[in-house]
C-alpha cells in the first residue's frame, strides 16, 4: 500500500490552486474582508502542564504546541491530514515509509529544518531518561521503539535514519497504513537539539524556546494566558492572518462563557452541561458543535483496595444510567458509551454489554447482589478526583447520585487543577478519577492504549495479557479485516474486566464570535490550528 501526495514540483507550480486541500493556511472565501486587526483570543480550559512536546499528554498543553511546532504531517481545521515539513511522502513496502521535506522550512531563529531535527526529536521521545508518558504509545510504531523505552536497546537503534538533509526514512514495527496521520502529533516532531540541550528543562520558556511552528511564544503567565506572536520565519507565513493569538486558562465553564459575551473571549473551549439549547437559542449563527473522536470516562485504580474485585468495578459501570446523563445532564448532543472504543474509529468494532438493554430496576438488583459477593457494603466512601469545572461537577454529582441512591455508596468529590489531576493518575494515586481522551489519530490504537498492558496512558494499572497478546497479532497482520477482528475480540476482553467506566462520546459545543473565520463543524479530531483561522472586517 502506498500514500502519495504531489511531487514538490508540482507543490511550488499549483499552490494557489492546492491550498484548500492540501499544506496552505487560512484559505479566504471569496468577497469576506480581513479586520485591520488580526488578533484572536480563545480559552484553552486549563493551564498546560507543559510546552515540551515530548512530555506533553494534556489537550491544553498539545493546542499550544500544535502552534509553536509543526510536524512532518499536520491535521488541518477540517480534522484531514495535510503537508507539514514533509511536502511528500510514500510507503515503499509493508515496514518502511520516506518523507521529503520542504527545503524552505524554518525555525524560529532562522535555522533550517533538517531531517536531522527529526531524528533527534523522536529518539528523545523515546529515551527512558526523557520521562515521556507518550512514549509508549508512538514508541511503539516504530522499529525497536518498545525495546529502547524499556532499556533493551539504544536510542541510536530507533528505525529512523536523516537519508539527507531533506529526506527522513522511517521504519516500523509492524505495518502501519496510518503512519501520517501519528506523525501529526508533534510528540514525534522535530526538536531544536542546540536549543534544548543548552537551556536544559528551561528550555520552553520565553526567550529560549526555538519553534518551527506559525506561531512564537511571546509571554506566559501562568494560570492567567499565553500569548502567541507570528512567526516570521515559518515557511508558509505569508497564508497566516493572525498576528497574534492568547491562549486562556480559563476552567470555569461559566466563566469562559461570560468572557465570551463580555467581548474579553473569542472562542469559548466548552459550554457548562444544560446549557446547550438555551445558548443556542440565543446564540444561533455563534454556536458550533460537532461528534468528535473522544470519550469521557472514569479511571478505577484497579491496584486499590476498593477496586481490586471486578465485580465492585462492573456493579459501578452497570447502575449508572447513560441516558440520563447524556439527555438531561449535559444535554449537548453526547452518544453514550460502554466501551473504550467509540463510534467512527477505524480498526475495531464499538463494544457493549448484555445488561445495558436490561431495565435499569434489574441492573440495580445485580449490581447490589455483587457487591455483596464482593464483600463491599453499603456505606463505603470513594474518593473521586477530578479538575476543576463545571461540566465534571456537574457529571460527578450526577453519578455520586446514581451510586448513593441506588448501591449505598458515598463519593467524596476531590477537586484540583488539571495538572494535579494529572500527575495524580500519573502517579496511580487515586481511587476513582474522571478521565477523558481525544483521538490523536483515527485508529483504535489511540483508544487502546488507554487500557494496554505497559501503556503509560493507562492510569488505571491494568494489564491483560491475553487481550494484549491479541492486540500484538492484529498490529501484525497486513489483513485488515483480521486485524479489525482481532482489535474488537481484544477490546470486548478488556472491557469485561471493567477497568473504566466508559460514560459518552464527546461532543464539543463551543461559541464561537461570528467574526472568527475558519472553524468547521466536521473536524473529528477537534483540532483547530490558529494558521487556519481569520479574524473577519466587522
Not at 510546552?51 to 494534556?58: F, M, Q
Not at 541510536?156 to 527522513?168: D, F, P, Q, R, S
Not at 445558548?279 to 481490586?308: C, D, T, W
Not at 459518552?504 to 483561522?533: E, F, I, M
Request: hydrophobic fraction near 40%.
Amino acid at each position: 500500500m502506498k500514500h502519495f501526495l504531489k511531487p514538490s514540483s508540482f507543490l511550488s507550480f499549483a499552490t494557489l490552486l492546492l491550498c484548500s486541500s492540501l499544506a496552505c493556511a487560512a484559505v479566504i472565501p471569496a468577497g469576506v474582508q480581513l479586520h485591520s486587526k488580526q488578533e484572536l483570543v480563545r480559552n484553552n480550559g486549563a493551564e498546560p502542564e507543559t510546552l515540551d512536546p515530548s512530555l506533553a499528554s494534556g489537550v491544553p498543553a498539545n493546542n499550544v504546541i500544535r502552534e509553536m511546532f509543526e510536524g512532518l504531517t499536520a491535521a488541518d481545521n477540517n480534522g484531514k491530514i495535510v503537508p507539514g515539513v514533509a511536502e511528500s511522502w510514500k510507503q515503499t513496502d509493508p515496514l518502511t515509509w520516506v518523507f521529503n521535506l520542504r527545503k524552505n522550512a524554518k525555525w524560529s531563529n532562522g535555522d533550517a529544518v533538517t531531517a536531522e531535527d527529526f531524528v533527534y526529536g523522536m529518539r528523545r521521545l523515546v529515551t527512558p531518561a526523557t520521562g515521556s508518558k507518550y512514549a509508549p504509545t508512538y514508541g511503539a510504531f516504530i522499529l525497536n521503539g518498545k525495546d529502547i523505552i524499556a532499556g533493551k536497546k539504544q536510542p541510536t537503534e530507533l528505525g529512523v535514519k536523516a537519508v539527507n538533509a531533506n529526506t527522513i526514512e522511517i521504519k516500523t514495527q509492524f505495518p502501519v497504513s496510518f503512519l501520517p496521520e501519528v506523525l501529526s502529533n508533534n510528540q514525534l516532531g522535530a526538536l531544536h537539539k542546540a536549543t534544548v540541550e543548552k537551556f536544559g528543562k528551561e528550555w520552553t520558556k520565553p526567550g529560549n524556546i526555538v519553534g518551527n511552528g506559525a506561531f512564537l511564544l511571546k509571554d506566559w503567565a501562568v494560570n492567567s494566558k499565553i500569548v502567541l506572536a507570528k512567526s516570521p520565519t515559518y515557511w508558509d507565513k505569508q497564508n497566516v492572518q493572525l498576528e497574534q493569538v492568547t491562549y486562556l486558562a480559563v476552567e470555569s465553564g461559566a466563566s469562559d462563557v461570560k468572557l465570551w459575551e463580555s467581548g474579553e473571549n473569542d472562542w469559548v473551549n466548552e459550554i457548562p452541561p444544560g446549557s446547550y439549547e438555551k445558548l443556542k437559542a440565543q446564540y444561533p449563527k455563534e454556536m458550533h458543535n460537532s461528534s468528535i473522536l473522544g470519550l469521557r470516562y472514569y479511571s478505577l485504580n484497579v491496584n486499590h483496595p476498593l477496586f481490586k474485585d471486578v465485580r465492585v468495578r462492573k456493579a459501578l459501570n452497570m447502575v449508572i444510567d447513560r441516558d440520563i446523563l447524556a439527555q438531561r445532564v449535559t444535554a449537548d448532543g453526547q452518544v453514550t458509551a460502554y466501551s473504550v472504543i467509540v463510534k467512527g474509529v477505524n480498526g475495531a468494532d464499538t463494544t457493549t454489554y448484555d445488561w445495558a438493554s436490561w431495565p435499569m430496576d434489574k441492573r440495580v438488583t445485580e449490581a447490589k447482589k455483587l457487591l455483596a459477593e464482593a464483600g463491599m457494603a453499603p456505606g463505603t466512601k470513594i474518593k473521586f478526583a477530578y479538575n476543576t469545572s463545571d461540566y465534571h461537577k456537574r457529571m460527578a454529582i450526577f453519578a455520586a447520585s446514581e451510586w448513593k441512591s441506588k448501591l449505598g455508596l458515598e463519593l467524596e468529590l476531590e477537586a484540583m487543577e488539571f495538572k494535579v489531576l494529572i500527575k495524580k493518575r500519573d502517579d496511580r494515586d487515586y481511587e476513582m478519577a474522571r478521565n477523558g481522551w481525544l483521538a490523536d489519530y483515527n485508529d483504535a490504537t489511540t483508544f487502546l492504549t488507554l487500557v494496554e498492558c505497559d501503556s503509560d496512558q493507562n492510569a488505571q494499572g491494568y494489564c491483560n495479557r491475553k487481550a494484549q497478546a491479541l492486540i500484538d497479532e492484529g498490529n501484525k497482520t497486513q489483513d485488515a479485516a483480521k486485524r479489525k477482528s482481532l482489535l474488537t475480540q481484544a477490546t470486548q476482553m478488556i472491557m469485561d474486566e471493567y477497568p473504566i467506566v466508559p460514560l459518552l462520546q464527546y461532543t464539543r459545543p463551543r461559541l464561537v464570535k461570528a467574526y472568527v473565520g475558519g472553524p468547521s463543524d466536521t473536524n473529528s479530531l477537534d483540532r483547530y490550528r490558529s494558521k487556519d483561522l481569520y479574524i473577519i472586517k466587522r
